[in-house]
Structures are given as C-alpha cells and as structure tokens.
C-alpha cells in the first residue's frame, strides 16, 4: 500500500476499493461547494460511480500512469490529490486536488501538493508538473505559488463548468527548478 505522511497525523493513502463508501459520503456532502470548481462533480453522483472512479485510477497506478491518494487527517478522509495526464514521452504530468472545507486553511494541501511535486520530479524523473487553475480560484491557485511553480500563462475557454467556458492558469515546476525544502 501507498503511503506518505505529510506531519502529525496527516497522510496520503493510496486510494483502494475499501474506500468507495467513505469517498462518497465526503463528495456527497461537499456536492455544492466542489461544483463551483471541478467538472466532474455530477458525473459521480453514486457510490457505484465513485467505485469506477478508484478502479480507473488504480488501473492508471499500475500502468504507471499517475495515481490517486485520499489524504487523511488524524483517520478521517479529507480529500484528494491525483498525479495524471502523464506524458513519457515529453516526461511531464498534471496535479489536481481537492479538499473538504472543515479541512481548510492549515496547509494540508500545500504540503500534499509539495509531497507529489517531489514523488514526480524525483521517484518517477519526470521533467514538468503543472497544475491547472480557474483564473478565480485564487486558493487552488495560491498553492504553486506558494510551492514555487511559475506561471506559463492562461488557455482561454480551457474548461467547461456549470454551462460556461472558463480560462484557466497553468502553472509548471521542472525538474531543474526543483528544490527539496
Ligand atoms: C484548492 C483547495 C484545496 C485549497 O485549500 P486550502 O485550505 O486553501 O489550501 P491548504 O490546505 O494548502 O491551506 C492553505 C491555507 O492555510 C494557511 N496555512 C496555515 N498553515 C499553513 C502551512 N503550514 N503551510 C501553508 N499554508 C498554511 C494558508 O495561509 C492558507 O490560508 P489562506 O488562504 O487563508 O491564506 C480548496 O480551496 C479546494 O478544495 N477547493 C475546491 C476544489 C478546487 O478548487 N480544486 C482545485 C482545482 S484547480
């Protein structure tokens, strides 16, 4: 099993099939807060979605393209950090992540975000980690800030979400820029 330990009590955990039920009950509640940012919300609108969800994202782990982690704090889910879209041919791949709201605010998901920049840069030698963010969602977007990325610019109508085109930020780290802190 996956694991990594961010600090006291905060971990990240391969997500496994065991989890599907607890997976569902978090997304359930944080249904309304998560639509406003992430597209795929209504698609997983069962705890039979949410099973497909972890069975396509462990058979991405074992193609060794990217995985998906809940991350736990003090034993509950709070959660989720997906390393994907990884290219090995260009040696690159995407972050995305979210958190329930009773979560927030003490730098879970920055040192999540740190733990992966550092699992994909380093253990898996990839060159390019970006993250992608709505151009308001200023706290995804704080989250590479803080962690160093830069900014390569904006892809204009990048994402459809509620019914509206939205332009979205990239922000990268190479392998070259990386420092372990
Ligand atoms: C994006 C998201 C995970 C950010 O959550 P967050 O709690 O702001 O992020 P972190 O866990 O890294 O915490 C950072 C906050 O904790 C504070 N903090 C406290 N201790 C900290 C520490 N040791 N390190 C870093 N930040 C710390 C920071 O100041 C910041 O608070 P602020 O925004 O009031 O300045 C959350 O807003 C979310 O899930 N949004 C919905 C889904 C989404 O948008 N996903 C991204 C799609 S691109």
Known sequence: MFRAMLGPGVELRLLEERHAGVLFALVDRERLYLRQWLSWVDLRSSEADILDFIRGVLAQFSSNQGFSAGIW?????A?????HKIDWRDR???IGYWLAREFHGHGIMTDAARAVTEHALVELELN?????????NVKSAAIPKRLGFKCDGVLRQASLREGQYRDLEVYSMLRSEYRRH
């Open 79 to 83: 959660g989720v950090i997906t390393l």
């Open 73 to 77: 704090a003090d034993g509950s889910l």
């Open 92 to 94: 690159s791949g995407e």
């Open 128 to 136: 390019r980690v970006e993250i992608r963010c709505a151009v308001d």
